[in-house]
T-cell receptor, first 114, second 117 residues
């Protein structure tokens, strides 16, 4: 099956710890994205990458870091500098070229800081 | 600055009724307007999308109406069913050819739809 996988589904973190969320896609998409979702806030863009070894900050990048060493993978690290990390995190991917920007989403990771 | 404003925040509709969700945008470089459907605990899934060269697009019970001059677009769900109960997000992005740089999606804040039997 083609699609996007995120792991783990649930993640618990103690304050002061860094955690890494996994995102893998087998859609052969060039672009990948990380969003944060909070109740009533919609989807806010954290980071995105349009090509391997390159990525750009989104609207709320502070306290997060990413890497894009492989086309298929775009892990997100939530660092201890992120003041309020409890949220639902969504990874997405899309083609870069083309007339639309249809994004396909993974199932999400719910991060809770204890 | 919120570039895509979505209303209402929540909506309750009786089974068989019409659900209407509205969005307004500011950026005239936007030319791709998708709607996503999200069930609790799941990732959003593309429902239907429209480009501004048409004023309406219909797929089954779902219709997007688009008003370019007013910079507004809306989702209509005909014959709403309890299985349609979900959160709906509108979004917008510029064309890759517009010179607007990144064509990432800008999302509205979502509408929680409840369809009651």
């Amino acid at each position: 099956d083609g699609g996007i996988t995120q792991s783990p589904k649930y993640l618990f973190r103690k304050e002061g710890q860094n955690v890494t969320l996994s995102c893998e896609q087998n859609l052969n998409h060039d672009a990948m994205y990380w969003y944060r979702q909070d109740p009533g806030q919609g989807l806010r863009l954290i980071y995105y990458s349009q090509i391997v070894n390159d990525f750009q900050k989104g609207d709320i990048a502070e306290g997060y870091s990413v890497s894009r060493e492989k086309k298929e993978s775009f892990p997100l690290t939530v660092t201890s500098a992120q003041k309020n990390p409890t949220a639902f995190y969504l990874c997405a991917s899309s083609r870069v070229a083309g007339v639309s920007n249809e994004q396909f989403f993974g199932p999400g990771t719910r991060l809770t800081v204890l | 600055q919120q570039q895509v404003k979505q209303s209402p925040q929540s909506l309750i509709v009786q089974k068989g009724g019409i659900s209407i969700i509205n969005c307004a945008y500011e950026n005239t470089a936007f030319d791709y307007f998708p709607w996503y459907q999200q069930f609790p605990g799941k990732g959003p899934a593309l429902l239907i999308a429209i480009r501004p060269d048409v004023s309406e697009k219909k797929e089954g019970r779902f219709t997007i109406s688009f008003n370019k001059s007013a910079k507004q677009f809306s989702l209509h769900i005909m014959d709403s069913q309890p299985g349609d109960s979900a959160t709906y997000f509108c979004a917008a992005s510029p064309s890759p050819y517009s010179g607007a740089g990144s064509y990432q999606l800008t999302f509205g804040k979502g509408t929680k739809l409840s369809v009651i039997p």
